[in-house]
């Protein structure tokens, strides 16, 4: 479940009395291992993709995965592009990462592929 606040709520000052009095059971479910035939079946499609190109965003940066990315981008040659979220998750200066997908040069890229 994803409780989403608007950010005027998310900056409101709170009465300590009413939150302490209140109890917040979070429950963390494990992350299930990939299905390998899905994982060799994704990999099977970008290998013989004409143009693929990777879009990421910011769960790259909250997954630790920058390393995972860049590594699966220089293997396959394949560009990166980034949501505004995620432009900062992997280097600007990378040959790879051709800029977020909101500035000129990630739209051109991407209305080519």
């Given amino acids: 479940m994803l409780i989403d606040l608007p950010r005027d709520v998310q900056l409101m000052d709170v009465d300590p009395s009413i939150v302490s009095k209140r109890t917040i059971r979070i429950a963390r479910k494990p992350v299930p291992e990939p299905d390998p035939s899905m994982v060799a079946y994704a990999l099977k499609l970008l290998l013989n993709a004409e143009r693929p190109v990777m879009l990421i965003g910011g769960g790259v940066c909250w997954s630790g995965a ?42 051109r890229l991407m209305r080519r592929l």
């Fill in 66 to 107: 920058t390393n995972e990315v860049l590594t699966l981008a220089e293997l396959i040659g394949m560009p990166i592009v980034t949501t505004l979220p995620g432009k900062n998750c992997v280097p600007s200066n990378h040959p790879l990462v051709m800029g977020h997908r909101e500035c000129t040069v990630g739209l």
